[in-house]
C-alpha cells in the first residue's frame, strides 16, 4: 500500500459516492419490495437482485483501491475514543456491504430461486436448496439490512460532526478531495 495522501483519490470518491446512492437505494427498494404484493413487486425484485451484485463488484474494487492507495490519516487531536469508532464503524460498513449480497445470493439458492442478472444471465446457487437455510438468511438478510441502515445513519452523522462542528476536513477529504488543514 503506497503513502496515503490527505485527501482520498477520485476513482475512492466515485465509488464512495456511487456505492452510497446504490445502497441507499438498495435499502429503499428491499423495505418496498417486502412491503409490497402488488405487481411492483416483481419489477422491485427484478431490480433489487442484480443492484446487489454490482454492488459485491463494487466493493471488491473499493476494498482493492483501499488497499492500494490507503487514506488520509484523521486528525491529530481526534479522541482515541472517535478514532477507534472511526476504524470500527469502517469495518463494519466493508464487512456489511460483503455480507449483504452473498447473504442475499445464498438466500434465494437456498429458496430455489435463480438469481437473473439481466435476460437469460444467471448466476449459479452458492448453496444448497434447504428450506430452513432460506428462512434463516431471509431473517439474517433483515437484521443485517437493519443494522446497515443504523451504520450508515452513525457514519452519516460523524461525517456532519467533522464538517459543521470540528471542521477539521474529514468530510471534504472524501466530498471535494480537498487536503486537510
Same mark, same amino acid.
Do not use: N
Given at each position: 500500500?503506497?503513502?496515503?495522501?490527505?485527501?482520498?483519490?477520485?476513482?475512492?470518491?466515485?465509488?464512495?459516492?456511487?456505492?452510497?446512492?446504490?445502497?441507499?437505494? /438498495? $435499502?429503499?427498494? =428491499?423495505?418496498?419490495?417486502?412491503?409490497?404484493?402488488?405487481? @411492483? &413487486?416483481?419489477?422491485?425484485? #427484478?431490480? !433489487?437482485?442484480?443492484?446487489?451484485?454490482?454492488?459485491?463488484?463494487?466493493?471488491?474494487?473499493?476494498?482493492?483501491?483501499?488497499?492500494?492507495?490507503?487514506?488520509?490519516?484523521?486528525?491529530?487531536?481526534?479522541?482515541?475514543?472517535?478514532?477507534?469508532?472511526?476504524?470500527?464503524?469502517?469495518?463494519?460498513?466493508?464487512?456489511?456491504?460483503?455480507?449483504?449480497?452473498?447473504?442475499?445470493?445464498? /438466500? $434465494?439458492?437456498? =429458496?430455489?430461486?435463480?438469481?437473473?442478472?439481466?435476460?437469460? @444471465? &444467471?448466476?449459479?446457487?452458492? #448453496?444448497? !436448496?434447504?428450506?430452513?437455510?432460506?428462512?434463516?438468511?431471509?431473517?439474517?438478510?433483515?437484521?443485517?439490512?437493519?443494522?446497515?441502515?443504523?451504520?450508515?445513519?452513525?457514519?452519516?452523522?460523524?461525517?456532519?460532526?467533522?464538517?459543521?462542528?470540528?471542521?477539521?476536513?474529514?468530510?471534504?477529504?472524501?466530498?471535494?478531495?480537498?487536503?486537510?488543514?
Amino acid at each position: 500500500m503506497k503513502q496515503p495522501g490527505q485527501h482520498f483519490s477520485t476513482l475512492q470518491r466515485l465509488l464512495h459516492w456511487s456505492m452510497a446512492v446504490l445502497i441507499v437505494t /438498495m $435499502l429503499f427498494v =428491499g423495505v418496498g419490495m417486502v412491503s409490497t404484493v402488488s405487481r @411492483l &413487486h416483481e419489477a422491485l425484485l #427484478a431490480l !433489487h437482485r442484480p443492484l446487489g451484485i454490482v454492488l459485491l463488484a463494487l466493493v471488491i474494487v473499493r476494498i482493492a483501491t483501499r488497499l492500494r492507495c490507503g487514506a488520509p490519516r484523521l486528525p491529530a487531536g481526534l479522541p482515541a475514543w472517535q478514532r477507534a469508532g472511526a476504524h470500527a464503524s469502517h469495518l463494519a460498513l466493508y464487512l456489511l456491504m460483503i455480507a449483504m449480497p452473498l447473504i442475499g445470493w445464498s /438466500m $434465494l439458492s437456498a =429458496g430455489g430461486y435463480p438469481i437473473v442478472l439481466y435476460g437469460g @444471465l &444467471h448466476l449459479p446457487p452458492i #448453496a444448497p !436448496h434447504d428450506v430452513t437455510l432460506y428462512a434463516w438468511l431471509r431473517a439474517a438478510h433483515t437484521w443485517l439490512a437493519m443494522a446497515l441502515y443504523a451504520t450508515i445513519l452513525l457514519h452519516l452523522g460523524a461525517a456532519l460532526f467533522h464538517a459543521l462542528i470540528r471542521r477539521d476536513g474529514v468530510l471534504a477529504s472524501m466530498a471535494r478531495g480537498e487536503a486537510r488543514g
